[in-house]
T-cell receptor, first 115, second 113 residues
Framework: NAGVTQTPKFRILKIGQSMTLQCTQDMNHNYMYWYRQDPGMGLKLIYYSVGAGITDKGEVPNGYNVSRSTTEDFPLRLELAAPSQTSVYFC??????????????FGPGTRLTVL | GENVEQHPSTLSVQEGDSAVIKCTYSDSASNYFPWYKQELGKGPQLIID?????GEKKDQRIAVTLNKTAKHFSLHITETQPEDSAVYFC????????????FGTGTRLKVLA
């Protein structure tokens, strides 16, 4: 299993541009999450999904959108990028509710800079 | 709102010494407490976790203790090695249907050789 994979690893955007951060997991997990990590801070939840077709907002959803059309994929969309969205973005998945564990498994992250 | 406080923010220890990181949570309904290790340029990786029905759990050089009354839990690393140098995050979660984590702000551990 590759686990949780994220692309791209790095990206520089200009203010006002849009992009999609990709996240894929091959563990058949039903729960998936998007976090952002600012320097010296913990992880803040942006959006999460409890299964295909179901998404909900986390702590800091403004400026982002998500979709979950399949179990495997959970892309994060940035519309009209702003400097405040400069951060490292992590995707995670978990087999919550599948009788296994509550553990979240993280991808390697995408470092995004908005100039 | 729900909150997890983590201390210290940085910790330097000599190789072979012990390191202790402490977290306090606010939501008494929290029942799952994982600890993650994040190395430079990588995503967080689970190193140990504990549930609210257990007071202590150990895995080789790593242990976690939980005090539900005081609402705090701690990570203990014994016989530290240079490869233990990383940022450590605690989190708290509850079985509420969404299983969202609330993370602490992280502790940067440096093990000096």
């Amino acid at each position: 299993n590759a686990g949780v994979t994220q692309t791209p690893k790095f990206r520089i955007l200009k203010i006002g541009q849009s992009m999609t951060l990709q996240c894929t997991q091959d563990m058949n997990h039903n729960y998936m999450y998007w976090y952002r990590q600012d320097p010296g801070m913990g992880l803040k939840l942006i959006y999460y999904s409890v299964g295909a077709g179901i998404t909900d907002k986390g702590e800091v959803p403004n400026g982002y959108n998500v979709s979950r059309s399949t179990t495997e994929d959970f892309p994060l969309r940035l519309e009209l990028a702003a400097p405040s969205q400069t951060s490292v973005y992590f995707c995670a998945s978990s087999p919550m509710g599948q009788g296994v564990t509550d553990t979240q498994y993280f991808g390697p992250g995408t470092r995004l800079t908005v100039l | 709102g729900e909150n997890v406080e983590q201390h210290p923010s940085t910790l330097s220890v000599q190789e072979g010494d012990s390191a202790v990181i402490k977290c306090t949570y606010s939501d008494s309904a929290s029942n799952y407490f994982p600890w993650y290790k994040q190395e430079l340029g990588k995503g967080p990786q689970l190193i140990i976790d504990i549930r609210s029905n257990v007071g202590e759990k150990k895995d080789q050089r790593i242990a976690v203790t939980l005090n539900k009354t005081a609402k705090h839990f701690s990570l203990h690393i014994t016989e530290t090695q240079p490869e233990d140098s990383a940022v450590y995050f605690c989190a708290a979660s509850k079985a509420s249907g969404t299983y969202k984590y609330i993370f602490g702000t992280g502790t940067r551990l440096k093990v000096l050789a």
